[in-house]
C-alpha cells in the first residue's frame, strides 16, 4: 500500500506530521508536492495524478480545510474523495465508499487526531458487497457529470 501526501503551504506542516506517522507504521509514502509551493488545486492534482498510477496507491491532501481539495478531487472522473475530521469517518469510507483519496484541514484537526485519521483510512478495506450500488453510482455520476460539461 503506497500513500501519495500533498499539501498547500497552509497544510505543509501538519503534510509533514503525516507523512512520519505513515513511515512510522511501515508505509511506502510518496510526497508529490515535496519542495514545491503549489496551491490547493495543484497540490491536489499531483496527488491525484500520483493515485491514479496503481489501485495499491490512496491519497491524503491537506490544506487549511480540507474543502478546496475535496472539491477539485470530486472533479476528476474515477475519484472517489472524502473531507476527513475524524477517525470513524475516515475509516467508514474506504469501507463503505472505496474512497482512495482523503482531505484534511489544518486549521480544523490538531497533530494527534490527523495521524489518528491517516490510520484509520490506512486501516480500513473496502466491503463490497451491498455498497458496490452506491460506488457504482458516484462513478457513473463522474461519467454523466463530464457530459453535462
Known amino acids: 500500500m503506497v500513500f501519495v501526501v500533498g499539501s498547500d503551504l497552509k497544510g505543509e ?11 512510522e507504521h511501515a508505509y511506502e ?3 508529490a508536492t515535496e ?21 495499491d496507491r490512496f491519497g491524503v491532501v491537506v490544506d487549511a480545510y480540507g474543502a478546496g481539495p475535496f472539491m477539485v478531487a470530486s472533479r476528476i472522473k474515477g475519484v472517489i474523495a472524502a473531507e476527513v475530521s475524524d477517525e470513524r ?3 467508514m469510507t474506504r ?5 482512495r483519496i482523503i482531505t484534511i484541514g489544518s486549521e480544523i484537526v490538531g497533530e494527534a487526531l490527523a495521524k489518528n485519521i491517516v490510520l484509520g483510512f ?28
Open 13 to 23: 506542516k501538519l503534510k509533514e506530521i503525516v507523512k512520519d506517522c505513515l513511515c
Open 29 to 31: 509514502v510518496v510526497d
Open 35 to 55: 519542495g514545491r509551493e503549489y496551491d490547493f488545486v495543484d497540490a491536489t492534482l499531483a496527488v491525484v495524478r500520483e493515485v491514479k498510477k496503481g489501485e
Open 89 to 91: 469517518t475516515a475509516y
Open 95 to 99: 469501507a463503505h465508499n472505496n474512497a
Open 122 to 149: 490506512a486501516g480500513g478495506s473496502y466491503d463490497g458487497g451491498r455498497h458496490q450500488v452506491r460506488v457504482d453510482m458516484l462513478n457513473k455520476m463522474g461519467k454523466e457529470l463530464e457530459d453535462l460539461a
